[in-house]
């Protein structure tokens, strides 16, 4: 069902993981994808097996989107990094950069694309949040301020949105067995002094009700949704996808 065709999207991080997932998703139902990646190789593979066009870009150059206009009908702000310490041996460069990443480019990136949304009396922002823009983990000082932070911007874009025809939401994974989230393993078996076998176990699943690690298709699935015209009336909320985690 073509129910996105003449519609042009954008994914952020969509190298690989929840971003590629959600590309795949939106061009096989027609829309025109511009696949956004720090790794140019990545969103060139990509890009070139749904007919879309590669986008070169390290979201954490934000003077490189200041300018920028943004011709695109549904933008999904997907890029995101982890870094676990604590906060008395965090960086303070590395807090500040995961703030650009996850809250100055979605906002730059919005800015943009919001004047060619608004011309056509529609648009679609989905801003790839976490059950951290909702709740609190020790070590994760820098993530969790950014998708708390990410959670406003939503909103404030909703209530702005709305009688131009655009909608902001945010979709809110627990745990999805991606490289942001292996990658973290080590870091995780070494604050919480476990074994890394042991991490899935006693930190990703301790939470929810359903002890799965959530698939990367739960969430494009939903993303799909979120850009469709059957979720017109559904703006300015969180859409949450965790087994169950913050049902507690």
């Known amino acids: 069902m073509l129910d996105l065709d003449g519609r042009s999207a954008l994914v952020t991080g969509a190298g690989g993981g929840i971003g590629e997932a959600v590309s795949r998703l939106l061009a096989s139902r027609g829309a025109k994808v511009t696949v956004a990646d720090i790794d140019g190789d990545r969103a060139e593979a990509v890009a070139a097996?749904?007919?879309g066009e590669a986008w070169a870009i390290d979201l954490s150059d934000t003077a490189r989107l200041e300018s920028l206009s943004l011709?695109?009908?549904?933008?999904v702000n997907n890029a995101g990094v982890q870094t676990v310490a604590?906060?008395?041996?965090?960086?303070p460069e590395r807090f500040r950069q995961m703030q650009r990443i996850m809250v100055e480019a979605p906002f730059l990136l919005i800015r943009a694309a919001l004047p060619h949304m608004y011309a056509g009396n529609w648009g679609r922002i989905v801003n790839v949040s976490s059950v951290h823009g909702l709740r609190a983990s020790p070590y994760k000082v820098a993530y969790v301020t950014a998708k708390h932070a990410l959670e406003g911007l939503s909103k404030v874009t909703a209530a702005e949105g709305g009688p131009h025809g655009v909608?902001?939401?945010?979709?809110n994974p627990g745990y999805v067995m991606t490289a942001i989230v292996r990658d973290q393993i080590a870091e995780q078996a070494e604050v919480h002094g476990i074994p890394e076998e042991e991490v899935a176990a006693s930190v990703f699943l301790e939470r929810?009700?359903?002890?799965?690690m959530i698939e990367i298709d739960d969430i494009a699935q939903c993303v799909s949704w979120l850009v469709s015209d059957s979720a017109r009336m559904a703006t300015g909320t969180s859409f949450v996808i965790d087994g169950g985690w913050t049902a507690q």
């Not at 011709?71 to 933008?75: A, G, Y």
């Not at 604590?86 to 960086?91: H, V």
């Open 49 to 51: 097996s749904i007919d």
């Open 71 to 75: 011709p695109v009908d549904i933008l």
């Open 86 to 91: 604590p906060i008395e041996a965090f960086d």
């Open 167 to 171: 909608t902001s939401n945010c979709v």
């Open 208 to 212: 929810n009700a359903i002890k799965k």
